[in-house]
């Protein structure tokens, strides 16, 4: 039988955790079981990194917080101001250098039913030192993706747009399915049968010295990516976003995620497709650790 608690859960440390405008401790940070959020899947969340002490395009994921909730048909009752507070708060006060934030958002226990109804929003921010997703190893050598029976739903299926908790059941169970078949990912079509995505980055693809990657028409178009794609302009590095055949993945040199946690990740192999950590990789790594840091001066 599976336990369902974890001695060194989440659940079970010290510090505090922003709550509906307030500091409450850790421990205390709960909900009731009937919670509209829980059963139907209505809740929103952002990720955000902290780099010697200080957040990495903030007001980007606090603005798509809002963006997550309007998209799922609700308000948050904190300003885009009071979150930003609230989360650099939350970081002053744990002492995080190196570390990961993460905001959520959810409908409350005012009535169990498909309907919205009027229940309440709720929001909470909680930050903990994580300085890296994967290790230096896999840093330097990439990671191994397995490509993954499930696929990301259409536009007219599910709120693609949102970073919201419900489209993360796929992302669930193609992780999972590839972590027991060995792999370090999974790597997503779309509903058309285009290459989509990590489960928790947005993939690049690198043929000679031109950058390409999937157009971000039913996936989250992440932040990290438009920063690549930014940095990609100053180095002079070329980028093609189209829709990229699964077919067409042994024909690139070189291949990346890109996220906030993940931050640049080269990737090894997609299935039996290998691919060398190379020259723009490389300077796409270098180009991201020196704006992150340059960033927070
Ligand atoms: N796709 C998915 C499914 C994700 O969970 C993430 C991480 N938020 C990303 C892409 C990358 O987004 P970002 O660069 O904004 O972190």
């Known amino acids: 039988m599976t336990r369902a608690v974890n ?12 709550l509906d405008g307030r500091f409450v401790p850790w421990r205390d940070a709960r909900l009731h079981v009937l919670t509209h959020g829980l ?6 969340f952002e990720g955000e990194r902290v780099y010697d002490g200080r957040i990495f395009k903030l007001a980007e994921h606090t603005r798509r917080l809002h963006e997550s909730a309007r998209e799922l048909g609700y308000q948050l009752p904190f300003t885009v101001a009071e979150l930003n507070e609230a989360t650099l708060e939350a970081v002053r006060r744990h002492g995080i250098d190196n570390g990961y934030v993460r905001p959520v958002a ?6 169990i039913s498909v309907s919205s109804g009027d229940t309440s929003v709720h929001v909470a921010i909680a930050t903990w030192e994580w300085p890296h997703v994967f290790s230096a190893d896999a840093k330097e050598r990439g990671i191994r993706l397995g490509a993954s029976r499930w696929r990301r739903p259409s536009p007219e299926t599910a709120p693609v747009r949102a970073k919201a908790a419900s489209l ?7 992780r999972d399915a590839a972590h027991r078949a060995g792999f370090d990912d999974a790597l997503l079509l779309d509903y058309r049968g ?21 157009v971000a028409d039913c996936f989250l178009a992440g932040i990290t990516r438009r920063t690549v794609l930014d940095l990609a302009a100053d180095l002079g590095i ?4 189209r829709h990229i055949l699964p077919r067409e993945l042994g024909e690139f040199d070189e291949c990346f995620l890109t996220g906030t946690a993940y931050e ?4 090894r192999a997609i299935d039996g497709h290998e691919y060398r950590v190379g020259k723009t990789t490389t300077a796409v790594t270098e180009a991201y650790s020196q704006l992150v840091h340059q ?3």
């Open 194 to 214: 285009y290459v989509a995505e990590a489960t928790g980055a947005n993939l690049f693809l690198v043929a000679g010295e031109t950058l390409h990657t999937p």
């Open 7 to 18: 001695v060194s859960a989440l659940d079970d440390r010290d510090g505090v955790i922003w």
């Open 39 to 44: 059963h139907y899947g209505g809740s929103v």
């Open 295 to 297: 960033a927070m001066a």
């Open 264 to 267: 640049i990740q080269p990737v």
């Open 238 to 241: 070329q980028v093609v976003e």
């Open 106 to 111: 959810w409908r409350g226990s005012e009535h």
């Open 168 to 174: 993360y059941n796929i992302c669930t169970l193609a």
